[in-house]
């Protein structure tokens, strides 16, 4: 049976990559791949310390040829896309250099300012194949002399829905309490700040249920002490009980390579108030009804006497672009067209 590899920084975490790349893995699996997991941490099939983001010391040549060694295909899931450990991104292009592999691009280093300068990634062989998470992205990259192809991200949409009462219970929340759920790891662009002056306004309780990265620690914990409604930070990993528990997502962030949450708060029949990063106006264009981060009134309003029209809407949208079959449908024909199929 042919073996493909996922290789990235970190996997098995609640980051963006690591969601991503376990629907890619399950569609791999069912596409007749048995799958290699490799990363620099995470619960992992092979871990090579050096491709961690925090990685005092590069991984070698040879570390990342015996993680792949029996390897048909290699996905790479933005370790070959942003510039967070560049000595990792050299050995493993080295590596993989005339193989099949697919570079599977989240954020490239020009979308964020403090890599803007960085031009060496993503690397160049006519042996690869490019996909990104976006058209946005897809463009950028053609503009670069990259051919690359959009595959969104994949969500189960027939994840089943939580009990409301029941998953109140198990997050600990009262009946009646108003909860406003930032389903996110903190970091600067995820607009902390909005999302709690969203809660306030709202008279709702700030749930943060995603950790501090990217040296945020002091800056969020000063937020969150500064913030005039109630406020819980605890991670919940079963997602329909988090769902099931909001009142309203808040998504206000101001930059985003995809943002699952919105559509994930579609699946389970939740409103959501989605910030205006670039990538957003593509999705909104598919049809989905958000709300404004800023317009407390016109979601108090729909809090108060709820539309279920809107929400159909949102998760019939979601169904029709973002299922997982759809997502291993186009995996499928990218892997088809270059020979790659087991």
Known sequence: ???????????????????????????????????????????????????????????????????????????????????????????????????????????????????????????????????????????EMAERGFDATTIYNGFDVDEPRADRGAARRATGFDPDE???????????????????????????????????????DAELARLLAAARTRVVHRRHDDRPQLYASADLVAFPSRWEGFGNPPIEAAIHHRPVAVGHYPVAAELRAMGFQWFEPDDAPAIERFLTDPDPALLETNAAIARRHFSLATMRDHLRALLDDAGWLP
């Open 1 to 139: 049976m042919a073996c493909c590899a996922i290789v990235s920084f970190r996997l098995g975490a609640a980051d963006g990559v690591s969601v991503v790349a376990a629907t890619w893995e399950r569609a791999l699996a069912e596409l007749g791949f048995t799958v290699r997991t490799v990363a620099g941490a995470g619960p992992v099939d092979v871990r090579v310390p050096g491709l961690d983001i925090d990685a005092p010391v590069a991984p070698t040549e040879g570390e990342v040829r015996d993680a792949l060694v029996g390897v048909d295909l290699v996905v790479v899931e933005n370790l070959l896309s942003i510039p967070l450990n560049l000595p990792a991104s050299r050995a493993l292009a080295a590596v993989i250099a005339g193989r099949p592999a697919v570079l599977h691009h989240h954020d490239p280093p020009w979308q964020r300012a403090r890599f803007a300068h960085i031009h060496e990634l993503p690397p160049r062989d006519p042996a690869w194949r490019h996909v990104t998470i976006n058209e946005l992205t897809r463009r």
């Open 178 to 216: 108003r909860v406003v759920l930032h389903p996110v790891r903190a970091i600067e662009r995820k607009d902390v700040a909005r999302a709690i002056a969203l809660a306030e306004a709202l008279d709702a309780t700030y749930w943060l249920s995603g950790p501090a990265e990217e040296g945020y």
